[in-house]
């Protein structure tokens, strides 16, 4: 038991369940179709992830780390790309967005308000954006 005290981050299950994004899969061209609708309601964003990549790993606890604190403030989409290339290329064409991976998309009314790809993930400050 001592040991696991060495190594606690020391807060509270409350307060870990607020350290981290929770993220709704993104699986599918009708789902893509809902964010879109939603969006005019609700800031989204969807971040698109490479399950093979150390630095899209990187990329998404960097951006969970710095913007956990809007999770009540948009809609949270997570999109493994190689579960399925072709929505991939769905989402670039719809969105006007070259595809990348990592890859963040802000979307309010139907269109992309800010993205970022790569190292410049760990920039968004999204209380900026929405």
Same mark, same amino acid.
């Given at each position: 038991?001592?040991?696991?005290?060495?190594? &606690? $981050?020391?807060?509270?299950?409350? #307060?870990?369940?607020?350290?981290? !994004? %929770?993220?709704?899969?993104?699986?599918?061209? +009708?789902?893509?179709?809902?964010?879109?609708?939603?969006?005019?309601?609700?800031?989204?964003?969807?971040?698109?992830?490479?399950?093979?990549?150390?630095?899209?790993?990187?990329?998404?606890?960097?951006?969970?780390?710095?913007? &956990? $604190?809007?999770?009540?403030?948009? #809609?949270?989409?997570?999109?493994? !790309? %190689?579960?399925?290339?072709?929505?991939?290329? +769905?989402?670039?064409?719809?969105?006007?967005?070259?595809?990348?991976?990592?890859?963040?998309?802000?979307?309010?009314?139907?269109?992309?308000?800010?993205?970022?790809?790569?190292?410049?993930?760990?920039?968004?400050?999204?209380?900026?954006?929405?």
């Amino acid at each position: 038991m001592g040991l696991m005290r060495l190594f &606690s $981050t020391g807060k509270s299950d409350s #307060e870990k369940s607020r350290d981290t !994004i %929770q993220w709704i899969s993104l699986e599918n061209k +009708e789902q893509l179709e809902e964010i879109l609708k939603r969006s005019t309601d609700i800031p989204q964003v969807i971040f698109k992830n490479s399950t093979t990549c150390g630095i899209s790993g990187m990329a998404r606890r960097s951006f969970e780390s710095h913007n &956990s $604190t809007c999770d009540d403030k948009a #809609e949270f989409h997570l999109f493994h !790309i %190689q579960h399925n290339r072709e929505l991939s290329h +769905e989402i670039a064409s719809r969105l006007g967005i070259r595809h990348e991976s990592p890859q963040v998309l802000i979307i309010k009314y139907g269109r992309v308000v800010h993205h970022a790809s790569h190292g410049l993930i760990s920039g968004i400050n999204l209380s900026e954006w929405i």
